[in-house]
């Protein structure tokens, strides 16, 4: 079996899942990046090592044997490629129906702003030509967010064919020796925000909630992960309100230095709004058995969180209801730690490359075998259902 990932360019959040494609298929794996990566994400550590990954190709230095990779591969996950002036996705589908081919199609929410934009002729037309005429044939579409499927319900495209995906990072499995020993036991309750400083990731809700914190004289430290626009506004805010000792800034942080501050952290607080696709800090903050208080306006948390159960969710940005949630959880510690322990089984136990992979080779497999295609259970690749957005 022959299995080819194309995106627009291969980063830290999708090398796990191709890591564990590559070790049961070798060679029959690729993973195609269609452009270089953004100056911005490279400063970040996105790209870092991309020249040893043995599986990835780069499609503006080999095009040729790439569109044959795209086109001759048993199943082809066509990802988000921004460049249709390079590679026409609908076209290269439709020689692969004339093969027998199984494609996917993997997306994020096609209306962030806002299902009202379904409404532009002009809109719709462009989603006829990429999806909606597919409707009847064998492309399935996996779900990178839990407000996707009710997206393309809008424009009419793979009813009934709506899988469940999203973003793996590296999944760490402790011992029950070596997670006890994870959390910082200073007495204070140890918060992490990890992201870049912009407006619609909100770091301005960590600033909010550490004042309300200090002025009700409970015992906490905020790491702040991350830069951008927002960073320097952020830090001003900070000594203006009188928190520097209470706060401290790591800037923009390799992976692995994330996650060291997310595992001595008891608490992670996930503020961005709807415009947020998924968020794998998410996957890694609960991997690193953090209890996570999130925006249900974002894709990744429907999928990963069960409220009251391995996290805290809190409705349509509400920085009311995120503030009493964050304040529950510094006041009751033993709540954060129950939460914490659910939310590193939910990430070690299902949502993660491994299962994932398994599961999409599976599906491979048996569509090949039958021509059937049998979702899972539960989790990656199980069907999606319609989630309709709240805002």
Not at 327 to 345: F, I, N, P, W
């Amino acid at each position: 079996m022959t299995i080819t990932f194309v995106s627009n360019y291969f980063n830290h959040h999708q090398k796990p899942f191709s890591d564990v494609c590559y070790r049961a298929l070798g060679e029959g794996y690729r993973f195609i990046q269609t452009e270089p990566m953004e100056e911005e994400r490279v400063a970040m550590g996105w790209g870092a090592g991309i020249e040893r990954v043995p599986y990835v190709y780069c499609m503006y230095e080999k095009e040729e044997e790439c569109r044959k990779w795209m086109l001759e591969s048993d199943v082809v996950i066509f990802g988000w490629i921004s460049r249709e002036d390079f590679l026409d996705v609908p076209k290269m589908v439709e020689k692969r129906l004339e093969k027998g081919k199984l494609s996917l199609r993997l997306s994020e929410r096609l209306y962030r702003e806002g299902q009202w934009k379904a409404i532009s002729p002009r809109g719709l037309a462009k989603k006829y030509k990429e999806h909606t005429r597919f409707r009847k044939e064998p492309i399935w579409l996996l779900c990178a967010g839990a407000y996707v499927a009710s997206d393309f319900r809008i424009v009419g495209a793979y009813p009934d064919k709506m899988l469940k995906f999203g973003y793996f990072p590296e999944t760490v499995h402790y011992t029950k020796e070596e997670f006890t020993k994870l959390k910082e036991k200073d007495g204070k309750a140890h918060i992490v925000w990890a992201g870049r400083f912009m407006p619609l990731k909100h770091p301005e809700f960590a600033v909010r909630v550490g004042e309300e914190l200090q002025r009700k004289g409970l015992p906490f430290h905020i790491h702040m992960v991350g830069g951008g626009e927002l960073e320097q506004e952020i830090k001003e805010q900070v000594k203006e309100k009188g928190l520097d000792g209470r706060f401290t800034f790591y800037g923009y942080a390799k992976p692995e230095q994330v996650r060291r501050v997310m595992e001595k952290c008891h608490i992670h607080l996930f503020t961005s709004n709807h415009l947020e696709g998924w968020g794998a800090v998410v996957n890694e903050a609960m991997n690193s058995g953090c209890a996570v208080v999130a925006n249900d306006e974002a894709g990744a948390v429907p999928f990963l969180i069960k409220h009251g159960v391995n996290g805290l969710v809190y409705h349509k940005g509400s920085y009311e209801e995120f503030t009493k949630l964050v304040e529950s959880l510094v006041t009751d510690k033993e709540r954060a730690e129950t939460l914490g322990k659910s939310a590193y089984q939910t990430i070690a136990g299902m949502w993660n490359a491994e299962h994932a992979a398994e599961e999409l080779l599976r599906i491979c497999k048996e569509w090949m075998d039958n021509g059937k295609l049998v979702p899972a259970a539960d989790g990656p690749l199980s069907k999606a259902g319609i989630i309709s957005p709240r805002f």
